[in-house]
């Protein structure tokens, strides 16, 4: 079964090669703006769910994984920085505070579609203004939501993570594989994705 990943984050591309699942890479171009009220989990949900389906409506054969991951600090969803400036303003937001990742995960096959969202608490270092600067010097900011990432420099302002790493990464492996089995998709850990199981031997599971 052909697997498509609709993203273009070279993290999710690593998390999938990390556990076996060979995949094309296919972005999604969708509009992200946040509905007003709309709660951040809703919102990163459903844009999760709109990436599968723009691709999905392209390739409706195959198994396409889409995420989304948001940065929500006292409320506030915290996006890409538009430049360093702004990338500083939100890591001096963050520094010695918890915030919240929530990363949404869904497939889409034959017209279905799962999803759910991770939950992770994410504590931050106290960051002098110093540590900031040489942080968004490196680049690595730059394409991050809230201006940071966890596999990165960005490991080293961190105190703690209360939940999945890979989650703020990007893709909760676990959760992923858990939905695509839900969705009555085969992977063994040799990283192979096989056809669907007929929906008569899914109903006994």
């Given at each position: 079964m052909r697997v498509i990943l609709a993203s273009s984050s070279p993290r999710r591309h690593d998390l999938l090669q990390m556990i076996g699942v060979a995949h094309d890479v296919i972005p999604a171009d969708i509009d992200e703006t946040q509905?007003?009220?709309?709660?951040?989990?809703?919102?990163?949900?459903?844009?999760?769910?709109?990436?599968?389906a723009a691709i999905a409506a392209r390739f409706p054969e195959s198994l396409v994984i889409s995420a989304d991951t948001i940065v929500v600090e006292r409320g506030d969803v915290l996006g890409k920085p538009r430049d360093a400036a702004e990338a500083r303003t939100m890591l001096r937001r963050l520094s010695g505070r918890t915030h919240i990742v929530f990363t949404a995960v869904a497939v889409t096959l034959e017209g279905s579609t799962l999803s759910a969202v991770e939950e992770v608490s994410v504590t931050f270092l106290p960051l002098s203004d110093r540590t900031i600067a040489s942080y968004v010097a490196t680049g690595e900011p730059m394409d991050k939501a809230g201006s940071y990432g966890i596999q990165g420099y960005g490991a080293t302002l961190?105190?703690?993570?209360?939940?999945?790493?890979?989650?703020?990464?990007?893709?909760?492996?676990?959760?992923?594989?858990?939905?695509?089995?839900?969705?009555?998709?085969?992977?063994d850990y040799g990283g192979t994705v096989g056809g669907r199981r007929q929906k008569a031997e899914s109903r006994k599971q």
């Open positions: 509905f007003d009220g709309e709660p951040p989990v809703e919102h990163v949900e459903r844009l999760a769910r709109e990436k599968g961190v105190a703690r993570i209360d939940g999945d790493f890979f989650a703020v990464m990007g893709l909760p492996l676990a959760r992923l594989i858990a939905l695509m089995m839900e969705m009555g998709v085969e992977y």
